[in-house]
């Protein structure tokens, strides 16, 4: 699995390309010709493509004069350099330089690129701190990426602050680095009610332990907190061990275990555990479970709705996470 599409909703709403949307409307003659959405009616989707000769800065300055931006709730971000992968850190100076003009935003996705545009751990994130103080209504952040730039400076990071209003948050990644997991378990979010990581893998920059996981199955952060994903991971097993007995399980209503190198031995822990059958869905797509244990998953848990999707062969002598490079 790579991911090779754009998103097409996000905060439950179309995902509507302005860029793409601005030069068509110059190919037909100009402004004049220009077909937007109603402002609330969409999430904006704001990138560069391997042509422009705009800087991303110039695109969302732009958008923020072309569109009535006070009534704009979600912005997807995309490609944000012409050619090689750039640090996002100056597009998000801009973005947060514009933050008094989006006082309506409730959601932001930062990363919308897909694997022909830029490898995800290829793509140089930055400190997105500076993204939750811009918007403190925010309330729900997909952060894809995690790398540095190409001097081996900056990468994803975040530092532990109190965001009132966040109740989403979002980590895709091929190597998910634990100094930001563990500086989310440092954060103070009261309203958090869904929490996913990609963890990914040593190889590129997923060097999360299973201490750094401590602090979201033990139950004593985030009390909204009602789904939790920890996927994409090399030791999925081990985090489903440590699952089947923590805290936080009796109080969610969705759990994810799914893109990573879960087998039999993991499920089995899973089901020796605490009861799980007050879930409503539990996504394991992508796996290494056999035949068996599958339909003993099934059985077990009757009215749970269970995504078993993307088998992988239990016996496979190479076994990988969904996403990685």
């Keep these: 699995m790579t991911v090779n599409e754009h998103i097409e909703r996000f905060h439950g709403l179309p995902v509507f390309d302005f860029v793409e949307a601005m030069e068509e409307a110059a190919e037909r003659g100009g402004a004049d010709s220009l077909r937007l959405p109603d402002a609330a009616s969409a999430a904006w989707r704001i990138n560069l493509d391997y042509e422009s000769e705009a800087t991303f800065a110039e695109r969302w300055q732009q958008f923020l004069d072309t569109v ?5 709730t979600a912005v997807v971000i995309g490609q944000w350099s012409q050619e090689d992968p750039d640090s996002f850190r100056e597009p998000m100076e801009a973005v947060v330089a514009g933050a008094d003009r989006l006082p309506a935003l409730r959601a932001l996705f930062v990363g919308d690129i897909t694997c022909e545009q830029c490898e995800i751990s290829w793509i140089q994130q930055c400190d997105i701190t500076p993204l939750l103080t811009a918007f403190p209504e925010l309330a729900e952040l997909v952060v ?7 001097d081996g400076k900056g990468g994803l990071a975040l530092q532990p602050l109190r965001h009132e209003a966040l109740r989403a948050l979002r980590f895709e990644s091929g190597g998910l680095p634990g100094s930001v997991v563990r500086s989310v378990a440092g954060c103070d979010f009261p309203a958090l009610e869904r929490l996913e990581f990609w963890l990914g893998v040593d190889n590129y920059g997923g060097d999360a332990t299973m201490e ?28 489903a061990a440590a699952v089947a007995h923590a805290p936080v399980v009796a109080r969610l209503e969705s759990l994810s275990l799914a893109m990573g190198v879960l087998t039999d031995q993991g499920a089995t822990a899973l089901l020796e555990g605490q009861p799980l059958t007050h879930l409503r869905s ?6 290494y479970l056999s035949d068996e244990m599958q339909q003993h998953l099934r059985q077990a848990l009757p009215g749970v709705e269970i995504d078993l999707s993307e088998p992988g062969k239990p016996d496979d002598r190479w076994r990988y996470v969904a996403v990685a490079e």
Excluded: K, M, Y
Aim: cysteine-free; overall charge negative.
């Design 144 to 150: 894809r990426g995690a790398s540095e730039d190409w």
């Design 68 to 72: 009535d931006s006070e009534r704009v």
């Design 212 to 239: 750094d996981l401590t602090p979201f199955l033990d139950g004593t952060r985030f009390p909204a907190l009602r789904h939790l994903g920890l996927q994409n991971s090399a030791f999925e097993d081990d985090i």
């Design 282 to 287: 539990l996504d394991l797509h992508h796996h």
